[in-house]
């Protein structure tokens, strides 16, 4: 066995370590706001356990009755589509390079003020092995922290990848 390349894993191990409790430190100092580190966290539990209307009833409220329906129906397609909402954690930011992105958004009146809000970042594995990397949106502006949106970051740096990327969007989207 190669002592070096054993050493430079454990360095890159100990790397990814520190990146992810700075994450999650980053994320408390962001945030400052235990309302809204709980709502993120409920709202994470309630995907990584396949509660889907729980996780939607968690978003801004909308204009009509059926937001939570539609909400909780595009959640059960992501996971349906990708996998991998139970190997979610934190992350400092999204990588650089080029991404396809996909929207759930809260289904707000378009001609109202966009509130001030908090973004926590994630990534996990989807079921083909790849990652996905996430955004989430929480209000913070006073009233109790509510979802304003929960984007889906598909990497597309080559041509392979953008392949996956568009097949993904067009799978869920269905």
Request: aromatic share 8%; proline share 4%.
């Amino acid at each position: 066995m190669d002592w070096d390349i054993l050493r430079m894993k454990f360095k890159l191990f100990s790397l990814y370590t520190l990146m992810l409790c700075a994450s999650v430190a980053s994320n408390a100092a962001t945030i400052g706001d235990v309302s809204t580190t709980a709502v993120a966290n409920k709202f994470l539990d309630a995907l990584q356990h396949q509660r889907y209307r729980d996780a939607a009833a968690m978003f801004a409220p909308g204009e009509g009755a059926g937001d939570i329906a539609t909400t909780e129906y595009t959640l059960r397609r992501i996971d349906d589509s990708l996998g991998g909402f139970s190997s979610m954690h934190p992350i400092v930011a999204l990588p650089d390079g080029k991404s396809i992105k996909l929207e759930v958004a809260a289904h707000q009146n378009r001609t109202m003020k966009v509130p001030k809000f908090v973004q926590l970042r994630y990534v996990s594995t989807a079921g083909d092995g790849e990652p996905v990397f996430y955004e989430l949106n929480l209000t913070v502006d006073g009233m109790p922290a509510q979802i304003l949106s929960f984007g889906l970051h598909f990497p597309a740096t080559d041509t392979q990848s953008l392949k996956r990327a568009n097949q993904l969007v067009t799978t869920i989207n269905r």
